[in-house]
């Protein structure tokens, strides 16, 4: 299964024999609520799930979006309707990363049918399709999580990927140089880490970048398809999609993903010890 898909095809699987379970994973920094989103309107028979409590585990040194637990999300992605042999679509209404977030997550724990809608539930409404209000109830589903089925960093990994390879880091060029940060207690980016927004991700009609577009953008960062890739954000879910755009560029292979630093910058600076570089320059 491509890691995008169109709002078309969603709709078109929707109607078909073996429907995916559609997972609605709204949700923003500073608020408001993406539950409140989603009782307003969502995709028919999307389940709603929270990156904070249910994407998550408990924040702390590992950081403030750590990986969950592999029974506690085994049991929220089943009473989800996840199942092994069902595909699996995420959408959010921003831009996409945080729909990854979910994707990276399920491929994580050895689910590989798994997608992103291309435009969000943004590009759904606006083309008229159905939505409802209805909280569906779905059949339990089977799925067995199989946690570390694509590769994650910790800081010293991040920190050998940024020498001896590419570490990019998703966030905005703001919080990248230090010039702001509005979350974590230090300012900055990890030493040798390249700037590469996930922003440059889409369009200005709010979909994915195609292709070729994208591998373009990653290989003038100094990305090639046999470069040990690493990638991180604030807390670990906007560069999700950078694993994701790297994959669907064909600059990275399913089967060997771009690894994700999970704890990401949360993490990095909870040790006063490591190094944080400011300015436009990896350092």
């Not at 699987?13 to 989603?38: H, I, K, M």
């Not at 029974?71 to 595909?87: F, H, I, K, W, Y």
């Not at 919080?175 to 996930?198: I, K």
């Not at 994915?208 to 003038?220: F, N």
Request: proline fraction near 11%; charge should be negative; include cysteine.
């Amino acid at each position: 299964m491509r890691p995008v898909i169109s709002t078309s095809e969603l709709a078109d699987r929707l109607a078909s024999e073996n429907p995916p379970t559609v997972l609605d994973v709204r949700w923003r920094l500073t608020g408001p609520p993406g539950r409140d989103s989603y009782d307003e309107g969502h995709v028919p028979d999307a389940v709603f799930l929270d990156v904070d409590t249910d994407l998550s585990g408990a924040p702390g040194p590992q950081g403030r979006h750590p990986l969950p637990d592999a029974d506690a999300l085994q049991r929220t992605l089943r009473a989800a309707g996840v199942s092994e042999a069902r595909p699996v679509v995420a959408y959010d209404d921003a831009d996409g990363s945080v729909a990854a977030r979910a994707w990276w997550l399920l491929r994580w724990a050895g689910h590989r049918q798994v997608a992103v809608l291309d435009g969000g539930f943004a590009a759904w409404r606006s083309e008229g399709r159905p939505v409802s209000r209805d909280t569906p109830r779905p059949v339990p589903g089977d799925f067995v999580v199989r946690p570390g089925s694509v590769p994650v960093l910790d800081a010293e990994g991040a920190a050998e990927r940024a020498r001896h390879g590419v570490l990019l880091d998703a966030r905005a060029p703001q919080r990248y140089t230090g010039e702001t940060e509005p979350v974590d207690p230090r300012p900055g980016h990890v030493p040798g880490a390249v700037n590469a927004p996930s922003a440059g991700h889409l369009g200005d009609d709010g979909r994915w970048r195609s292709p070729e577009e994208l591998a373009r953008y990653y290989s003038a960062l100094g990305v090639a398809p046999d470069t040990p890739v690493g990638a991180y954000c604030g807390s670990g879910v906007t560069a999700c999609s950078v694993v994701l755009a790297l994959e669907w560029a064909g600059l990275a292979d399913p089967e060997r993903p771009a690894a994700l630093y999970a704890g990401s910058w949360s993490n990095w600076v909870a040790d006063p010890a490591r190094p944080a570089a400011t300015g436009s320059d990896p350092g």
